[in-house]
């Protein structure tokens, strides 16, 4: 009776390992699906910056600065000219 119940008990465990290994499998195709999916929408957002980045689409000369209009602003001095080397004096 000892050895039928330990034989049941073995083929339960052999048929449990069985479908876990199929289970995992099956997990293993739904993670590469997930991994797939995902790397996608990262190419799409890629695709779309780099539309945006090349500018062919866009018209920018409305904001162009002309040459000429430099030339008209001053140039700032600045108040107090600091040199570095009265940091490392050290007789100040």
Request: no cysteine; charged share 30%; net charge negative.
């Amino acid at each position: 009776m000892s050895k039928l119940l330990l034989a049941v008990i073995f083929i339960g465990l052999h048929v449990m390992a069985l479908n876990g290994e199929s289970l995992k499998v099956g997990k293993k195709s739904d993670v590469v699906q997930k991994h797939i999916q995902e790397q996608m929408q990262r190419e799409q957002k890629y695709a779309k910056e780099q539309k945006f980045y090349q500018g062919k689409d866009y018209n920018l000369s409305a904001v162009e600065v002309d040459q000429s209009d430099l030339d008209s602003i001053p140039t700032i001095e600045p108040e107090n000219d600091f040199d570095m080397t009265d940091v490392y004096r050290d007789d100040i």
